[in-house]
């Protein structure tokens, strides 16, 4: 009997912490993509899209709110050279049927990058859009 209680308690704890650490991939990953967004005004104002770069003060506050918000904690580093983030997450999970053996938190961190690009796969570092842009029409009956 004890025997069966002692494998049912380690799959049944263990699932739950290999779903808290996929969990905590999910929220590293998207807290790496919301602070990615956080671009500087004076990077997108310069008109060369080689020195867009990521805000690190904003970066990092977009991330942990979301770490918060997703219930986890962790870290926000945005890298030298301020074009890539990482977020590494920890999700909670606590034993249940192990915590009888001593064993309390069966969290693991996981690690997520963003990296801020532009232009599209193969463009050998070419902006998306090379020539002028496209004016928008006038509604019909407008004066020009």
């Known amino acids: 009997m004890a025997l069966a209680f002692l494998l049912t308690?380690?799959?049944?704890?263990?699932?739950?912490?290999?779903?808290a650490h996929g969990d905590s991939l999910e929220v590293a990953s998207q807290a790496a993509r919301a602070a990615a967004?956080?671009?500087?005004q004076e990077s997108l104002r310069s008109g060369d899209p080689a020195q867009?770069?990521?805000?690190?003060?904003?970066?990092?506050?977009?991330?942990q709110d979301w770490l918060t918000q997703a219930g986890a904690t962790g870290q926000v580093d945005v890298e030298a050279g301020n074009?890539?983030?990482?977020v590494t997450a920890r999700v909670p999970c606590?034993?249940?049927l192990l915590a009888v053996l001593g064993y309390g938190d069966?969290?693991?961190?996981?690690?997520?990058s963003a990296t801020?690009?532009?232009?599209?796969?193969?463009?050998d570092g070419q902006?998306?859009?090379?020539g002028a842009l496209p004016r928008a029409s006038a509604p019909a009956g407008a004066r020009s």
Not at 52 to 63: C, E
Not at 83 to 86: A, D, K, N, R
Not at 106 to 112: D, E, G, H
Not at 116 to 123: E, I, K, Q, R, W
Request: proline residues 8%; positive net charge.
């Open 83 to 86: 074009t890539v983030v990482t």
């Open 116 to 123: 801020l690009l532009y232009g599209t796969p193969g463009s």
């Open 52 to 63: 867009v770069r990521i805000d690190p003060a904003a970066a990092r506050t977009a991330g």
């Open 94 to 96: 606590r034993a249940t």
């Open 37 to 40: 967004d956080q671009v500087t």
């Open 9 to 19: 308690a380690f799959f049944v704890d263990i699932s739950r912490s290999l779903q």
């Open 127 to 130: 902006p998306i859009a090379t």
């Open 106 to 112: 069966l969290s693991r961190p996981a690690t997520a």
